[in-house]
């Protein structure tokens, strides 16, 4: 077999262990998604691969997300633009874990499968799973990114992460976006940022990029958000 049909092979076992928490396979197992009951947001996790592996070192990297078509309906309509994605979130596995930061390459040669496998779906039921749940009760979500921003359990380090403005306001208020965004400037220590992000935006319509925490700034300015002191 070619290292993309053992690859193959371990989504698929994956995607078993997985199946009897609603999963569904996609890409040959390479992607798995699900609905929350509410049919509002679709979880996914996807396991990207290595264009160098060979027969005894096979890379998987498994990327947690969720999404919200109605969310993606509403910032295409709101920014008169078809590139807006519905995305709330998306990360490494290893970052809801107490691996964070690590970028483990899970190696699923044939050989490493019946170890590495059981040990990766173990990390996806026990941290992963959890914080899908958690979108089961958005209203309890959104109180705790208020205060806390979006920490989406112990392990997950909210430093450099942005906010998700548009997923507070379509969900919550644009109250509840203010006040996430206050806290989140005061705890970051980005007001300067801010500051400077929003003079941008009114000179020249456009940001720097100067930083990955820029992306909230832009949202906050497009939403008429304030800058508090």
Known sequence: MNTREIFEIGCKKIYDHLVNFGFKSVKKGQLLKKVSSDGEFIYEIYFQSSLRNWSGNISIWPHISV??????KWQMEKYNSNEESGLVFSTRLENLTPLKNKNTD????????????PRLCELIEKYAIPVFERFENIDNFLDD????????????????????IDFLIYYGNIDIAQKAFDNYLVKQKLRNNAKRVFEEMKKTGKISNQFVTDVTMYRAYLNSLKIKG
């Open 67 to 72: 999404s919200s078509n109605s969310l993606k």
């Open 106 to 117: 899970w190696n699923i040669a044939q050989n490493n499968q019946e170890n590495i496998i």
């Open 145 to 164: 990114i208020v205060e806390n921003s979006l920490a989406l359990n112990k392990h997950f380090d909210t430093k450099h992460q942005n906010l998700p």
